[in-house]
């Protein structure tokens, strides 16, 4: 067992009750105070500045000061699992209520410990590389069974390969940034011509993304039992979607300007290890897959994802309440797919899931399917109807998992959408 995931442990900084924050979870992002950038944790509504403490001796002699002093938790991450789990029980100790090293030093703990309402939270990732996959199988027959015949809604290749596409890595922005609605060619199917203007069919996609600690020799492959040593941690994660650019630029390359103008993604990176305590079964695969796909262990999550509408015309509507553990295709194979034909992946590297969606209707993870391509509008709040994502509207995102001690959660990603110039 996870020292740090201990269920007992209690801290003496104040944690409110159903915070995604406890002491059981300690993410890592980055926080921007009197203009500098530092590494940082969380708990409850507080960040710890790991730059100050580090410089205090109390995390050890292990870790270098300036991973800490950085815009982005890459080098910090790329220290290794290891030295990242130490930091981790380093962290989980100084805040447990039984030690009091950090606790009784004021001076230290005014200087490291800071309300998050004081800080700016920053990008935590210089993401150099984004891969999409397209996991879910629940959401691939969905999409199959809406453009394609019903009874080959799944593609000949989908339960043999995790399907993935390499995305715009630039255009991924923080939980809190807008959303210009983007333009691009729209066709009708009965229009004899494209056009060009904004699009009418904005959609979000739920996913969790994980996020790479080491880096693998060009020409190297990564097996399934190797993967987790390359994991991380991983993030919640909106991949915005514009059905009509989409449905017409596709064929024959697939996602390309209808994918590239906004990914959002939350501003914590939670350990891997932290989730330990919500590993679950996966779905079973069959046909059974081919041998460097096969895997031990457990290697899902039960990972709860919500998904709400506001406007300035109502409330937070929720609208999804899915969860993480419906995934076909697993990180492990992901990755183990990915570096399969010898590709270099890098530290700071970010593999998104894919829309993730779940066995009903309240449970799929896009307007695309929830609506049924906008044939079935949700109504909102206020009586008005969704088939998409209209100008102004808000979309939240919350993914945490939760047992009957303890939750660990990401945050939220929050995205406002403003109207096309």
């Given at each position: 067992?996870?020292?740090?995931?201990?269920?007992?442990?209690?801290?003496?900084?104040?944690?409110?009750?159903?915070?995604?924050?406890?002491?059981?979870?300690?993410?890592?992002?980055?926080?921007?105070?009197n203009d500098?950038?530092h590494?940082?944790s969380?708990?409850?509504?507080?960040?710890?500045?790991l730059?100050?403490?580090?410089?205090?001796?109390?995390?050890?002699?292990?870790?270098?000061?300036r991973v800490?002093?950085?815009e982005?938790?890459?080098?910090?991450?790329g220290?290794?699992?290891?030295?990242?789990?130490?930091?981790?029980s380093?962290?989980?100790?100084?805040?447990?209520?039984?030690?009091?090293?950090?606790?009784?030093d004021?001076d230290?703990?005014?200087?490291?410990?800071?309300?998050?309402?004081?800080?700016?939270?920053?990008?935590?990732?210089?993401i150099?590389?984004?891969?999409?996959?397209?996991s879910?199988?629940?959401?691939?027959?969905?999409?199959?069974t809406?453009?394609?015949?019903p009874?080959?809604?799944?593609?000949?290749?989908?339960?043999?390969?995790?399907?993935?596409?390499h995305?715009?890595?630039s255009?991924i922005?923080?939980?809190?940034?807008?959303?210009?609605?983007?333009?691009?060619?729209?066709?009708?199917?009965?229009?004899?011509?494209p056009?060009?203007?904004?699009?009418?069919q904005?959609?979000?996609?739920?996913?969790?993304?994980?996020v790479?600690?080491?880096?693998?020799d060009?020409?190297?492959?990564i097996?399934?039992?190797?993967?987790?040593?390359?994991?991380?941690?991983?993030?919640?994660?909106?991949d915005?979607?514009?059905?009509?650019?989409?449905?017409?630029?596709?064929?024959?390359?697939?996602?390309?300007?209808?994918?590239?103008?906004?990914?959002?993604?939350?501003?914590?990176?939670?350990?891997?290890?932290a989730l330990?305590?919500f590993?679950v079964?996966?779905?079973?695969?069959?046909?059974?897959?081919?041998?460097?796909?096969?895997?031990?262990?457990?290697h899902?999550?039960?990972?709860?994802?919500?998904?709400?509408?506001?406007?300035p015309?109502?409330?937070p509507?929720?609208?999804v309440?899915s969860?993480?553990?419906?995934?076909?295709?697993?990180?492990?194979?992901?990755?183990?797919?990915?570096?399969?034909?010898?590709?270099?992946?890098?530290?700071?590297?970010?593999?998104?899931?894919?829309?993730?969606?779940?066995p009903?209707?309240?449970?799929f993870?896009s307007?695309?399917?929830?609506?049924?391509?906008?044939?079935?509008?949700?109504?909102?709040p206020?009586g008005?109807?969704?088939?998409?994502?209209?100008?102004?509207?808000k979309?939240i995102?919350?993914?945490?998992?939760?047992?009957?001690?303890?939750?660990?959660?990401?945050?939220e990603?929050?995205?406002?959408?403003?109207?096309?110039?």
């Amino acid at each position: 067992m996870i020292r740090a995931n201990d269920p007992k442990l209690k801290s003496w900084v104040p944690v409110p009750e159903n915070s995604d924050f406890p002491i059981q979870n300690l993410p890592l992002g980055i926080i921007k105070v009197n203009d500098k950038h530092h590494v940082a944790s969380r708990i409850g509504d507080y960040v710890i500045d790991l730059a100050v403490l580090n410089r205090s001796g109390l995390l050890g002699v292990d870790f270098v000061q300036r991973v800490f002093e950085s815009e982005h938790i890459n080098d910090c991450i790329g220290l290794g699992k290891s030295l990242m789990r130490d930091l981790r029980s380093r962290l989980s100790r100084l805040l447990d209520d039984k030690h009091t090293d950090l606790a009784s030093d004021e001076d230290l703990r005014k200087r490291c410990l800071i309300p998050i309402r004081d800080v700016e939270v920053c990008m935590p990732l210089d993401i150099r590389n984004y891969t999409d996959f397209y996991s879910s199988i629940e959401h691939a027959t969905n999409v199959g069974t809406m453009f394609r015949d019903p009874e080959n809604a799944l593609l000949p290749n989908w339960k043999h390969i995790p399907i993935g596409y390499h995305g715009r890595a630039s255009s991924i922005i923080l939980s809190g940034t807008p959303v210009k609605r983007p333009k691009g060619q729209l066709k009708g199917k009965d229009d004899a011509v494209p056009v060009y203007g904004p699009t009418k069919q904005l959609d979000f996609e739920l996913e969790m993304a994980f996020v790479t600690c080491k880096s693998n020799d060009l020409g190297n492959t990564i097996s399934t039992d190797e993967t987790e040593e390359y994991i991380f941690g991983m993030v919640l994660f909106n991949d915005w979607s514009a059905r009509d650019i989409q449905s017409w630029e596709y064929v024959p390359l697939g996602p390309f300007l209808a994918k590239s103008f906004a990914s959002s993604i939350s501003a914590w990176v939670v350990n891997l290890d932290a989730l330990k305590p919500f590993r679950v079964e996966g779905p079973t695969q069959d046909p059974k897959p081919l041998p460097y796909l096969q895997f031990t262990g457990q290697h899902n999550y039960d990972i709860c994802l919500d998904v709400y509408i506001e406007s300035p015309m109502f409330i937070p509507a929720k609208i999804v309440h899915s969860n993480y553990k419906y995934m076909y295709w697993n990180m492990a194979q992901q990755l183990a797919h990915h570096a399969s034909n010898g590709c270099n992946i890098q530290v700071g590297d970010l593999y998104a899931s894919g829309t993730i969606s779940g066995p009903i209707r309240d449970s799929f993870g896009s307007m695309l399917e929830l609506t049924w391509r906008g044939t079935d509008p949700i109504k909102m709040p206020d009586g008005s109807e969704r088939k998409f994502i209209q100008d102004r509207d808000k979309v939240i995102m919350h993914a945490y998992a939760k047992n009957d001690d303890v939750r660990i959660g990401f945050g939220e990603v929050i995205t406002e959408i403003k109207p096309a110039d």
